[in-house]
């Protein structure tokens, strides 16, 4: 039997069909972009031009002529030029009337004019159905056809038949569209492009502060303080010691700042004896920072475990080692075998490692493509079960570190504590916390908190009608 190739025929309609005709205005990257990606779908591509015999690097198969021309070829017209170039239109009122319009453009600037370039589109041009679409998605990925890139498409438009047909094109071209609902959100959907890691701000933030802090604190214990007392050049620290110190503070600092929202919402829940208030604006930023907070803290946890792997070739490691063998062998005499120093060391390097593989177990399940292959009761027990686990274990990982030299007076430099001493306070202040709530008199009292019970429901009835803050 002969075998017949697919690339012959359009991947969303039969040969057999008369082709759906679609008007591009505009000729740059994204519009021929756009356009060649429909041609290879099966669409027919008419382009409007202000120079239509200029026009160059269009699509094969497509045609070029005035705008006036182009807009009568199709019901369906996309706008891939700026806004500052919308004024034309108001020239093409009777041409463009009852016809769709789909506004493509982003701005410089969120925010940049008073409407979004959707709205003020519809204003321009009031007999025209405006749907906003398509910019979010970028010239390259139509080119690459989208398999390395977002294949989401977010529309919104006040008529929903002229919604549905850019939603039908849309899919037809191997994307997903996704429903914002009316043109007011037409704001948001042109902000969104212009958005540089709005989530990852503040833990970014949050991160180069503590390891701004955590870096000097050491600078000053470990090399600051034996220059001025012992006249002793400690800066070969720099570079490796001390940085194998801040990175593992800084996890161990924002794993549990990923915990530390959850546990204040719960005593703001029992304080108020309600869920039906809202919690305060920072709070509510911090909770939606969580997950970010946990990539970053892993990403030093990782940068721990490099460092740490890199410290038998030290040549400062390797002199120290050389030099007391040497002055054992000198001086024939030999330190005893320790067993509690055994196991403290051997304890300290298994919950190290088995906090590490927790901690890399969470970061995987936090990605879309595992999350959603499992169920809210999956995800909730990963990420807060194992979650807390995993917090236990770097907590006693740090505190197995520190041993006796806790409340070793001999160990404070300046009056300052070591700095994974200060390190452990936010972790075990959640970990006592959280040990608290899950008390049974106090637990099942949030439990039907969350479940809908009310302390006061009055109060919640007079929050309702505007009198509390809700």
């Given at each position: 039997?002969?075998?017949?190739?697919?690339?012959a025929?359009?991947?969303?309609m039969?040969?057999?069909?008369k082709?759906?005709?679609?008007?591009?205005?505009?000729?740059?990257?994204?519009?021929?972009?756009l356009?060649l990606?429909?041609?290879?779908?099966?669409?027919?591509?008419?382009?409007?031009?202000?120079?239509?015999?200029?026009?160059?690097?269009?699509?094969?198969?497509?045609?070029?002529?005035?705008y006036?021309?182009?807009a009568?070829?199709?019901?369906?017209?996309i706008?891939a030029?700026?806004?500052?170039?919308?004024?034309?239109?108001?020239?093409?009122?009777?041409?463009?009337n009852?016809?769709?319009?789909?506004?493509?453009?982003?701005?410089?600037?969120?925010?940049?004019?008073?409407?979004?370039?959707?709205e003020?589109?519809?204003?321009?041009?009031?007999g025209?159905?405006?749907?906003k679409?398509?910019?979010?998605?970028?010239?390259?990925?139509?080119?690459?056809?989208?398999?390395?890139a977002?294949r989401?498409?977010l529309i919104?438009?006040n008529?929903?038949?002229?919604?549905?047909?850019v939603?039908?094109?849309?899919r037809?071209?191997g994307?997903?569209?996704?429903?914002?609902?009316?043109?007011?959100?037409?704001?948001?959907?042109?902000?969104?492009?212009?958005?540089?890691f709005?989530m990852?701000?503040?833990p970014?933030?949050?991160s180069?502060?503590?390891?701004?802090?955590?870096?000097?604190?050491?600078?000053?214990r470990?090399v600051?303080?034996?220059?001025?007392?012992?006249?002793?050049d400690?800066?070969?620290?720099l570079p490796?010691?001390?940085?194998?110190?801040?990175f593992?503070?800084?996890?161990?600092?924002?794993?549990?700042l990923?915990?530390?929202?959850?546990?204040?919402?719960?005593?703001?829940?029992?304080?108020?004896g309600?869920?039906?208030r809202?919690?305060?604006?920072w709070?509510?930023?911090?909770?939606l920072?969580?997950?970010?907070?946990?990539?970053?803290?892993?990403?030093f946890?990782?940068?721990?475990?490099?460092?740490?792997?890199?410290?038998?070739?030290?040549?400062?490691?390797?002199?120290?080692?050389?030099?007391?063998?040497?002055?054992?062998?000198?001086?024939?005499?030999?330190?005893?075998?320790?067993?509690?120093?055994?196991?403290?060391?051997d304890?300290?390097?298994?919950?190290?490692?088995l906090g590490?593989?927790?901690?890399?177990?969470?970061?995987?399940?936090?990605?879309?493509s595992?999350?959603n292959t499992?169920?809210?009761?999956?995800?909730?027990?990963?990420?807060?079960?194992?979650?807390?686990?995993t917090?236990i274990?770097?907590?006693a990982h740090?505190?197995?570190?520190?041993g006796?030299?806790f409340?070793?007076p001999s160990?404070?430099?300046?009056?300052?504590?070591?700095a994974y001493?200060?390190a452990?306070?936010?972790p075990?202040?959640?970990l006592?916390?959280?040990?608290?709530?899950i008390?049974?008199?106090?637990?099942?009292?949030?439990?039907?908190?969350?479940?809908?019970?009310?302390?006061?429901?009055?109060?919640?009835?007079?929050?309702?009608?505007?009198?509390?803050?809700?």
């Open positions: 039997m002969e075998k017949i190739s697919t690339d025929f359009p991947l969303t039969h040969s057999s069909e082709q759906e005709t679609i008007c591009i205005f505009g000729t740059g990257d994204f519009g021929r972009s356009g990606k429909m041609l290879q779908c099966g669409y027919s591509i008419v382009f409007g031009s202000r120079t239509p015999r200029m026009s160059s690097l269009l699509p094969n198969g497509a045609e070029v002529m005035s006036s021309d182009a009568q070829k199709s019901d369906i017209i706008i030029i700026h806004r500052e170039h919308y004024d034309f239109l108001t020239e093409l009122t009777e041409v463009l009852g016809k769709i319009l789909v506004d493509v453009s982003n701005n410089l600037k969120i925010n940049q004019y008073p409407e979004s370039n959707a003020y589109l519809a204003q321009l041009v009031p025209t159905h405006v749907v679409a398509f910019n979010t998605i970028s010239a390259w990925a139509l080119q690459s056809g989208a398999l390395d977002s989401q498409v919104c438009g008529d929903s038949k002229a919604k549905q047909r939603m039908d094109v849309v037809s071209l994307l997903t569209p996704l429903d914002k609902g009316s043109l007011v959100a037409a704001n948001e959907i042109e902000n969104y492009p212009l958005q540089l709005p990852w701000k503040f970014f933030y949050l180069a502060v503590l390891c701004v802090f955590f870096f000097f604190y050491c600078v000053i470990e600051i303080y034996p220059y001025v007392h012992e006249k002793r400690r800066t070969f620290r490796i010691s001390i940085p194998n110190s801040v593992p503070i800084a996890a161990l600092t924002l794993l549990a990923v915990y530390l929202p959850g546990v204040i919402a719960a005593i703001l829940q029992l304080y108020r309600t869920k039906y809202r919690f305060p604006d709070l509510d930023h911090w909770m920072c969580r997950k970010q907070l946990g990539l970053i803290a892993l990403g946890a990782f940068l721990h475990v490099l460092y740490t792997l890199v410290i038998p070739i030290r040549y400062y490691v390797r002199w120290t080692l050389n030099n007391r063998t040497v002055t054992q062998a000198i001086t024939k005499k030999e330190n005893p075998f320790s067993t509690t120093t055994s196991w403290l060391s304890s300290y390097v298994a919950l190290g490692m590490f593989f927790l901690f890399v177990l969470l970061g995987i399940t936090s990605l879309p595992v999350s499992v169920n809210w009761r999956e995800f909730r027990f990963v990420q807060s079960k194992l979650g807390y686990l917090l274990l770097c907590t740090t505190l197995v570190y520190g006796k030299r409340l070793n160990n404070l430099v300046w009056y300052l504590p070591s001493v200060i452990l306070i936010i075990c202040t959640v006592v916390i959280k040990f608290i709530l008390l049974p008199c106090i637990d099942k009292t949030l439990m039907r908190i969350r479940q809908g019970w009310e302390r006061n429901p009055k109060y919640s009835e007079s929050a309702l009608n505007g009198k509390t803050d809700i």
